[in-house]
């Protein structure tokens, strides 16, 4: 599966034929002033939770696209309400067979208010079981015991999309645990460097996991790499 990283918590991924936008936040983001959002193609926008770094430009894209947004109830009614009427609710413990493959909405510990201040429900993260591939976006959280379930209930994960930067989620200490939690080898890091509160050390970070055996992927922004 292709994975190409748009900075901070932005990537897509492509299952058949389909592409997947996570978090879209890159007009905002100094790093990857050299991304062009009218360029990006999205099938579908995934939305963790409502804070201005995970959602800054799901309405260009969205209206450029005709992405199908799919996030939390909240989040879905408050780009209704903007006019973008091409949405797909869930909530926590659901899971939904789209055309790619199936979406699970899975408990994350954050919060979730939208930019204007209102409810953005609960903050959460996506498995996704596909053809070419299951995996885990937690979106921003704690690293939290739920995170064993999905192992049980999803089955094998080749590998997972974490933050690492600490202060606001969890850090990359964290992160190796989160990984042993889904049984996952294969860490692609993000939510780290794009402001003040969440610079990390990288090499600290991928010494980290590599003494537990494990790989922290970073790719550089605007990087496609094959998983
Ligand atoms: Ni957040
Ligand atoms: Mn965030």
Known sequence: MDLTFYGHSCFSVEIEGKKILFDPFISG????????????????????????DHILDVEAIAKNTGAKLVSNYEIIN????????????????????????VVRYVNAVHTSSMPDGSYGGNPGGFVIESKEG?????????????????????????????????NFTMGFEDAVTA???????????VHYDTFGYIEIDKEKAKH????????????KIGETISL
Not at 179 to 189: K, Q, T, Y
């Open 29 to 52: 983001n100094e790093f990857a002033k050299d991304i062009d959002i009218n360029k990006i193609e999205a099938d579908y926008i995934l939305i963790s939770h409502g804070h201005e």
């Open 78 to 101: 408050w780009f209704s309400a903007k006019g973008i009427e091409n949405g797909h609710p869930m909530n926590h413990g659901g899971k939904w067979q789209f055309d790619f493959g």
């Open 134 to 166: 299951n995996f885990y976006f937690s979106g921003d959280t704690a690293l939290t015991f739920d995170m064993k379930l999905i192992p049980l209930t999803c089955g094998r994960i080749d590998f997972c999309v974490f933050p690492i930067g600490d």
């Open 179 to 189: 990984a042993e939690f889904v049984n996952c080898e294969r860490v692609v890091g």
């Open 208 to 219: 980290e996991f590599e003494r537990n055996g494990k790989d922290l992927i970073l790719p």
